[in-house]
């Protein structure tokens, strides 16, 4: 636009204006169809005595004119409202191009008032959608929810339009003047019907649905602080109890806004609240099938939740540092645990309570709104006042069962506490005269209601868990059962069980892969819950004066008076989780452990055949000594335990119970039910002795063509003889005395290979022999086990019989030959340990107790002192304590420990080196 000098003012305004509102009031000399010639009011005007020239003071009028008219070809109100405000910002920007700065002034000021006008009545007519014509068209409210998903959508929404194909993006600048210093009750009736879309658009939503896009778009719109007020006061923040046949714990959760965001959850539910997409059916149905997509699938699910917990947390967050909201979030959230209160009952109705999903949901958010309080514990907890539980009107503590004391005595206790000289300041901060009850802080109000929270919510979705998992491991060992009958004999009933079965098991598997992977792989989660539990416990033992020892001779009421599930819930869980690695630093569960490192076993089994691979496993192996060491402890600790539990108890049960199935007469005479529970525990050790041999069999496997490449490892000081300790004890169960009692029907069905163990035995042994060629540590360390290795079996020539057997199943002929020479060098490693020994305490004589290492009384040859515990002991012994398990601490204190933090004694090593010399020189 350029302002031209003949124009005046008046004119250029008129102009304006036209292109803004789309309008004339003359007869245009050519037909566009975008602009409306308003011939009534023009007519009026005239009637008027005044000119057909648009101005400010005439804005409103052709505006109301304009919206309420009959003009077919028109847009309707809402779209033709939003045009114009962009069409307005069109002309600010040209108005630079007008060069007197008068009339400039002027034109911005009448463009501003034109989108002001604009905004008013966008705001009216979503408001009032009945005021102006419409014909059918998507309300305003609908264009406006659009609006906003488009503002807070990412390239990475992949979710379509949830409100129509109709949808056109706002206006720079207009969606946020729309809502900005808008506080009368048309806008309240707009926000209101917007926060009750967003409840619609996620209602049964699933984390693998579209979620994303409302809950950008909640956390949006109370970024006003007038839209968050609205939210808290809205019919559905509290829903009133409806008519529907549930109860008020699940009313809560499928009425209220915030519930329909907290019940997106992968946990199962009851049919009749299934969210969609199905978690359990896309992800984990078929699981023995599925094994290719399980990854992508825990991947998926954990990141969604993840954006679901850190929506929901901004919304909270936001709200709670809202003084003018903050109140009735806390109403909310108190009202969720008291309509819920009943769920820690053993049996609960799905149809009256919330959802585990909501609850866990909910537990997730309560502990990052408690992180200022986890991080800095020690500022923190002075807030958290104990009399909360007792003078509190928010939540009612008193009906939860206490630690040790009845409700009467903790009535009389409080009734004493109140007449004492203390209460008089309680009284006066409760303000009872004035009927006003005491302020608590918000971290004191956060803390107690994550603990109910948690109670509700985690506690009793782990339990659920704990429940679900026994009922699976029945399911599949009837299966099991099933199977086995119908070997002897099919029936059409039998395979109509096995079919309904096996349904049901699948079942529950996605039942159980749901739980896993919204909790139990949910690290932070279980890690701020674990946090949290540690606080908890700590709060609680300052009421009996610490950690002292001897406690107080009688319970102190503060204690006794306490909710027994504060401490139940933290012991329970902290023995649930303890030794997951992401929470307490220690070991994941068994089976999960051994299965984790198999999967790792196999990958570097078949990186070992890539040559550069190999190469470059042999720099880890030279350079970082520390973690390669770990690597080989972990896998020799592995495969120690599942060789013992196999060769000394899982197979010698199975052939028990095979002997009493066997036994035909007296197993006929066992009830049904005896022989099922027989059958059951039978299945159940084949299961057993299956998977750890199968675990057994790679880790042994791998010592074997690892020691093959990287023998140097295996001969340090600190690692050779548990290396000997554990392969002498294994070649003594296959060869030995106890090799009867191995013996079974089948083994291969069992992964039991015994000749292969053997050979692999046996090439470890060699292995280790060829990289040991000058030192000789080797047979040394072989010698010294007391436990497998004497003088008895010695004389037997334990060597030379494995050799002997070696060459019955088909060894290398080479690797037998290497094996002898060992036996006979761990022959003369006796003797000349018999004859050092004897030699040395004949030199030596009476050594002083601060040479000898103070875990295995042994003189010292290379002390260090440790940091903490300020002792002093023989390096090779601690650095194998240090590889022991996770045992990464101070055996004198427990405190952390680890290799680089060993501090050499120089001066004990040289007064050593001379008491010896010196000892030397006197013989």
Known sequence: MAAKTQRSLQDIIDIILRKIFLVVLQQPSKNDPNIVFLTLTAAKILSEGRTLVLSCTMMDRVLIDRLSGDFPSAEPPFRYLVGCYRRACDELKRVVLVKNASFRSEIVFAIKQARKLVILYCRLYVGNPNMFKTSGHVSGASYLMSMIFAKVSTHMDEFGDEFGDDTFDSPPGFINEFFRDGDDGNLELVVQDLFEKLRQSVDGISPLGNFQQPMRALLWLIEYPNNAKILVNHPRWIPKKTNLPIGEGRMIEIESILGAFLRVSALPDSKEFKSTPDVGQQCFSEASNRRSVDLSSLTTIKKAMNI????????????????????RVLEYLAEVIKKNSARSCMQVDPLSFASYGMLVNLSSVMLRLCQPLLDGAAKWREQIDHRYLFHNTRLDFRQLATMHASSEEVSAWLEEENSSKDTHELEAQEGTSSGTRKEYSLTCECFFITTRVLNLGLMKAISEFEHLFEKLRSYEEDLSILKAMREQGASPLLDANIKHLKKEIDILTQSKSCYEVQIFQDYTLLGQASTFYKLVIIWLVDFVGGFKIPLPSTCPMKFASIPEHFVDDAMNFLEITFGVPEVSEGVVLLSDKFTIRKNIYELLEYLWNIPSRLNAWKQIAREEKGMYLNFLNLLI?????LLDECLNKNISQLKKIKVEMANSAEWEQRSVEERVEIMRLFHSQENIVRSNMKLANGNVGMLAFTSEQIPAPFLLPEMVERVAIVLNYFLLQLTGSQWRFLDIKDPEKYEFRPRQLLKQITKIYVHIA?????????????????????????TSQLFKYVAD???????????????VELGLKVKSAVYEALNEASNAEAILGEIPDEFLDPILHTLMRDPVILPSSRMSVDRPVIQSHLLNGNTQNDPFTRCHLTQDMLIPNTELKQRIEDFIISQRKRK
């Open 637 to 641: 600790n592995d495969s120690m335990y």
């Open 308 to 327: 679901l917990y850190d929506g929901l947390v901004a919304v909270f967050h936001k709200l709670l540092n809202n003084q003018d909201t903050q109140e």
């Open 770 to 794: 060829r990289g040991d060629k000058e030192m000789n540590v080797f047979p040394a360390a072989i010698s010294k086990d007391g436990q497998s290795y004497n003088e008895k079996l010695l």
């Open 805 to 819: 057997n070696l060459w019955k199943i088909h060894e290398n002929r080479n690797i037998i030959q290497e094996f």
